[in-house]
C-alpha cells in the first residue's frame, strides 16, 4: 500500500531521519512516474485536441487545483496567484486576477463568483463576469480543498479541521463547525458538499456530519471508519475524497477504511466495502466509480456495493477522481495521461498523455468536451469520438 504525503509533524520528523541517515534525494512529486504498458483496442476511439493553453503549476503535489466551470467559461487557478477565466470553446483568456499569496484550494464557482483558498488561511472571492474583487474573508487555516458556493453560501474545509460557511455576497462569516484532527493524517482534506438546506462534511477522523445550513449544528452524524491498529499511521482514515450526492443516496470513502452507501436523510449505513478510497468517487445511473491507494479503478453496484469490475492495469499509479465522458469514464494518472474506460466492463479503450506532470484533478466535462489540468499547470480540452 502506497501512502500519501501526511501532516507536518510527520513530515519533519520524516525528514529529520532521511538527514541523519544520509537518505538520498526524493524524485519530484509533481514528476509523472512511467506508464505501464496497456493494450489499447485496434478499433479504439479516436481522441483530439481542441485547444491547449499553459497556467502556472502547484505549488505543493496534494494542492488541489482543479477546474471548474460556469457553462460559459472554464476557470483555473496557480500557486502564484492567478486565477484565469478561459472561453471553453478557445481557450482564449477572458480575465485574470492575482492574489497575494499562494493559493492552495480552488476553484469554487457559483452565484456569480469564482472563490479560491490560499495556504494562508484566505478565501478570496472575485466575479466571475468581470474578474474584479468581491470580498477577501479571513479563516486561519491553510485551504486545501476547492471552496463549494450554493444557496447563497460559501462553504470551505481548512486544515485544522473546521468546516467555515460564509455569506456568498459579502464574505462575512455565518458560522463554524470544528471536529478534532489526529496526531497523523493525510495532508488534505475532502470538499464540503451542500444539499438542501445543509452541507456534509467529510473529517480525518473517518466521521461524516451532516450540518444545518443556517446554525451549523449536526442533524446526524455517522462514521464511514474507525480508526484501526496499532500505530498512528495504521490508526489514518482521513476522508479526502469529496462525498458525493445522487438523489437521496450519499456515497463516502475514506483512506485505509472503507466505501460506504449511506441514506442522505439520516446517515444510516445500507452498504460497505473495504475499499481505501484516495482518489475520488463518482457515480451514474446504475454504479459507483471509485479510485483507491493502490491505483486500481472499481465499478460497483450503486444499491449493494457490489463489484461489477475492477480495472487493475494501471495499479501503482495515482489516479484522480473519475467523471463520465460520453459514453466513457474518464480519468487521470500520476503518469502525465488520462485514460478512457469502458463503463460496462472497465476495459481501458484510450489513452492521451498531457504532459511530463501527475494529473490528480478531477477532469471538468461540459458539452461533451473534457478539461483536463496537470500539475504543471498544462490544460487541454479533449474531445473522444462516441
Not at 479516436?46 to 499553459?54: A, F, I, K, M, Q
Not at 478557445?90 to 464557482?109: K, L, Q, Y
Request: charged residues 20%; negative net charge; aromatic residues 6%.
Amino acid at each position: 500500500m502506497r501512502h500519501p504525503a501526511i501532516s507536518l509533524i510527520a513530515i519533519t520528523l520524516m525528514v529529520l531521519t532521511l538527514a541523519a541517515c544520509g537518505g538520498t534525494p526524493r524524485i519530484d512529486p509533481i514528476e509523472a512516474v512511467s506508464a505501464p504498458a496497456v493494450e489499447l483496442p485496434d478499433d479504439r476511439p479516436g481522441v483530439s485536441s481542441l485547444w491547449r493553453t499553459r497556467i502556472g503549476g502547484v505549488d505543493q503535489a496534494n494542492d488541489r487545483l482543479e477546474l471548474a466551470t460556469d457553462g460559459s467559461r472554464i476557470f483555473a487557478a496557480s500557486a502564484s496567484g492567478e486565477i484565469a477565466a478561459l472561453n471553453l470553446e478557445t481557450g482564449r483568456n477572458e480575465w485574470t486576477f492575482t492574489v497575494d499569496g499562494v493559493i492552495s484550494g480552488a476553484v469554487g464557482v457559483g452565484e456569480g463568483l469564482v472563490v479560491v483558498g490560499t495556504r494562508d488561511g484566505r478565501l478570496i472571492a472575485v466575479s466571475a463576469q468581470t474578474g474584479d474583487l468581491q470580498w477577501d474573508a479571513v479563516v486561519g487555516s491553510e485551504i486545501l480543498a476547492p471552496p463549494q458556493i450554493e444557496q447563497g453560501a460559501v462553504a470551505t474545509r481548512t486544515g485544522d479541521g473546521a468546516v467555515f460557511v460564509l455569506d456568498a455576497q459579502s464574505g462575512e462569516r455565518q458560522w463554524l463547525y470544528r471536529r478534532s484532527v489526529p496526531a497523523l493524517s493525510v495532508r488534505g482534506h475532502s470538499a464540503p458538499v451542500f444539499v438542501r438546506n445543509g452541507v456534509v462534511a467529510g473529517f480525518e477522523n473517518g466521521r461524516i456530519s451532516a450540518l444545518d445550513l443556517t446554525e451549523g449544528s449536526p442533524a446526524w452524524e455517522a462514521t464511514v471508519s474507525a480508526p484501526e491498529g496499532r500505530t498512528d499511521l495504521d490508526r489514518m482514515v482521513d476522508i479526502d475524497a469529496d462525498p458525493v450526492v445522487s438523489g437521496s443516496a450519499l456515497y463516502a470513502g475514506s483512506y485505509q477504511g472503507r466505501l460506504v452507501g449511506m441514506r442522505l436523510s439520516n446517515g444510516e449505513i445500507v452498504w460497505a466495502r473495504p475499499i481505501s478510497v484516495l482518489g475520488g468517487i463518482s457515480v451514474d445511473q446504475d454504479k459507483v466509480y471509485v479510485t483507491d491507494d493502490e491505483g486500481q479503478l472499481w465499478g460497483l453496484d450503486r444499491s449493494n456495493g457490489a463489484t461489477v469490475w475492477r480495472l487493475d492495469a494501471l495499479a501503482g499509479l495515482e489516479l484522480s477522481a473519475p467523471v463520465r465522458h460520453g459514453e466513457f469514464l474518464l480519468f487521470g494518472g500520476s503518469d502525465g495521461n488520462v485514460y478512457w474506460v469502458d463503463t460496462d466492463s472497465g476495459r481501458i479503450l484510450a489513452r492521451r498523455s498531457i504532459g511530463s506532470a501527475r494529473i490528480t484533478a478531477r477532469p471538468v466535462v461540459n458539452n461533451n468536451i473534457a478539461y483536463v489540468l496537470d500539475l504543471d499547470g498544462r490544460l487541454q480540452a479533449l474531445e473522444i469520438e462516441n
